[in-house]
C-alpha cells in the first residue's frame, strides 16, 4: 500500500506540473517552442451532434451539406457581434458554441443563440502587412479555418505571430485554455513568404497543415503539407511539392480526406513551363504521413502553369462513388477518380465550366461550384458523366454550402443568397455586411453563421 500511495502522489504531482504549464506557457514570438499538452490519459471523447460544424464545410469530404435544416421562407438577422479583427477562416459550431478566429490572431468563444463572448484568447501577435514583402491581409494572423477534435475538446488553429512564424495552437474548446502548442513551420520554410490559408484537417490524431504564398507570389516559396499529433508530441511530418518554386497549396477549402485517411490536395502554377511535369497544377493524394501515392494535371499543365491558370485556386472535392470533382483558374472541371488520379490527362470525364475560386459544396451527385461568373450546378452521372446545370446571378460567387434542400453563398458585398438547390432559383436574401473573398457560410440547426470584415453575423431560417 505504501508503494501505491507513492505512485499515486508521484504522478499527481506530474500532473499538477504540467496543468500550470499549460495555464501559463511561454511567449509565442518564440518559434521554438516546447510542446503542452495534458498527458494522454486525461484526454476524452467530447461526442458532438449532428448539428455541429466541425470543420471547414462540415465533413472531411468538404461537401458542406447538412441534412437537417428546414428550407427558408426568408432569411432574418439574429445578431451581430464586432470582434478584434477581420474573420477569414469560417466559424465553427461545437455544443451550442460558435468558434471563431480573427486576423488579430484571437479565438473566440460565443453563445450560437445570443452572440455572447463565453470566452477569448489572444495567440500572439499579428504580422503587419509592413513586414512583408507582399500580401493583401493586414494585419496577417489566423486565415485558415481551424478543426475541432472531439476525442480531446480541442480547437485546432494555426497562427501567424511576429518574426514571422506559424504556430499551432490546441485551445479547449470549454475554457479557451492553451493546451498544445508548437511551431508549425517545416525545416527549410522561410516563414516571411509562406501564408497558411487553407483549412486545417484532422484525421486519426492528426492535424493537417498546408501552405502556400502571399498574394503576389513573392519570395521562393513552395507548397507545402505539415502534419502534427493532436498531442503536440513528435516530429513534424511533412510534403514539399517538388517545383523549384511556387506550386502553393493555398484554397480556402484545404485537404480533403477519405475514408482510409487518404489526403486529396489542390496545387497551384509552378515554375516549369516545359519538360518534365514537376507535380504543380494538380491534384495529388498523399499518404496518412505525406507521402506522394497519385496524381493528375491537365494535359496543357505547362500553358496553364505560364499563365497562372492552374487547379490551386478550389480545393478538391470527394463525392460518394469514388470520384472526385475539381476545377481551378482554367475554366475546365474535372472528375477524377480517387483511387486511380490518371497522371497527365487521365481525369475521367472534363467539361468546360468557369473559373472557380474557394471551396465547393454538393448534395449527392449534384455539385455547386463556386464559379467568378456566378454560382454554377454540375450534375455528376450516370457513370462518369458531368452535366451542366443551373447558373445563379452572376453576383453570385461565394463558396456555397447546403443546408436541406437550400444552396447558401454570398456576393461580394456581402449579400446572403438562398437558393432552391434543384433550380437555383432565388428563395431569400440578406445583407450580412462586408466579408472576405473566400467567406463561406456556417449552418446549424435553424441558424447561419457568417464572418465578416468587422467579426461575426448570425443569420436566423424563418
Known sequence: MPAIRA???????ILLIVLAGCNNPPPVQSVKITPLTLPPSTATSKATTAADWTTYHYNNSRNGYIAAVPDPARLTSLWNRQLDGAVYAEPLVVNGHVLVATENDTLYSLDAHSGQVQWHTSLGTPVPLSDLPCGNIDPLGITGTPVYDAQTGLVFAVAEVKGPGHILFGIDAKTGQIKVRRSADPAGIDPQVHQQRAALALFA?????????????????????????????????????????????WAASGPAVDSAGHLYVAVGNGAAVQGTWDHSDSVLRLSATLQLADGFAPRNWQSENAADADLGSMGPLLLPNGMIFADGKGGQGYLL??????????QAQAISLCTAFGGAAALGLSVFVPCTDGLRQVQVGPGTSLKSGWHAPSQVTGSP????HTVYSLDPQGMLYALDATTGNVRATLSVGATSRFATPTVSNRDIFIGTMTGIVAVAIA
Open 337 to 346: 477518380r480517387a483511387n486511380a488520379l490518371g497522371g497527365i490527362g487521365g
Open 205 to 249: 490524431g492528426r492535424v493537417y497543415i498546408a501552405y502556400g504564398g502571399l498574394d503576389g507570389d513573392c519570395g521562393n516559396y513552395h507548397g507545402w503539407v505539415v502534419a502534427s499529433r493532436t498531442n503536440g508530441q513528435g516530429p513534424l511530418l511533412s510534403y514539399q511539392v517538388p517545383t523549384t518554386r511556387q506550386g502553393g497549396i
Open 7 to 13: 505512485f499515486i502522489w508521484t504522478w499527481g504531482c
Open 401 to 404: 454550402v447546403v443546408g436541406g
